[in-house]
């Protein structure tokens, strides 16, 4: 079955911190990737996505994700946090030639000052 | 600013009484979902659209209705609430492949009492 998982309900880091946020996938073929953040009381924001190509890839506000396919990862990272990304974040996939996504649980980051 | 517009922002709304949450989009997607977000659970679709015309059920789309008469509009009714359809309710859409990523609207938080 497709399935999104996200190990960590709840994350704290220090400001300034490197930050790792884990997403696991199963899917028969290869999906496209996204990254979501959501900030309290809003809608999702996309970060990031990964269809194809270097597995490496770049987002907004900082963000990278890397594509591991030999263990059906797609983990988000960045350097250093700030206290404004204090937020929950949300890993989802969706099948090539279709649309609707699977997204996982959730992650929510604190950010300690 | 293109995007998805969803009201009212958040309702009180008495158990067996109905109600339509609203949502418009002015970005042409074809492609249209109606999720709810509950603690812990993370979003499950209710029910999708990806065109004018058809529409398609979700992971829980019992007690809920929708219609999708053109491109833009994309609302869902709930006829008679229940105290287990408490949530906040999020509207998104994507293009046909949902390789763009979706955009969300703001949400509409709803409490049935």
């Known amino acids: 079955a497709q399935s999104v998982t996200q190990p960590d309900i709840h994350i704290t880091v220090s400001e300034g911190a490197s930050l790792e946020l884990r997403c696991n996938y199963s899917?028969?073929?290869?999906?496209?990737l996204f990254w979501y953040v959501q900030s309290p009381g809003q809608g999702l924001q996309l970060l990031l996505k990964?269809?194809?190509?270097?597995?490496l890839v770049q987002g907004i506000k900082g963000f990278e994700a890397e594509f591991k396919r030999s263990q059906s990862s797609f983990n988000l990272r960045k350097p250093s946090v700030h206290w404004s990304d204090a937020a929950e974040y949300f890993c989802?996939?969706?099948?090539?030639?279709?649309?609707?996504?699977?997204f996982g649980t959730g992650t929510r980051l604190k950010v300690l000052a | 600013t293109a995007g998805i517009t969803q009201a009212p922002t958040s309702q009180i709304l008495a158990a067996g009484r109905s109600m339509t949450l609203r949502c418009t989009q002015d970005?042409?997607?074809?492609?249209m979902y109606w999720y709810r977000q509950d603690l812990g659970l993370g979003l499950r679709l209710i029910h999708y659209?990806?065109?004018?015309?058809?529409?398609g059920k979700g992971e829980v789309p019992d007690g809920y209705s929708v219609s999708r008469a053109n491109t833009d509009d994309f609302p869902l009714t709930l006829a008679s609430a229940v105290p287990s359809q408490t949530s906040v309710y999020f509207c998104?859409?994507?293009?046909?492949?949902?390789?763009?990523?979706?955009?969300f609207g703001s949400g509409t938080r709803l409490t049935v009492v």
């Open positions: 899917y028969g073929a290869t999906p496209y």
């Open positions: 989802a996939v969706v099948g090539s030639g279709t649309y609707k996504y699977i």
């Open positions: 998104a859409s994507s293009d046909s492949t949902g390789s763009g990523g979706y955009t």
């Open positions: 659209s990806n065109t004018a015309g058809t529409t």
């Open positions: 990964y269809f194809s190509g270097d597995t």
């Open positions: 970005m042409r997607h074809n492609a």
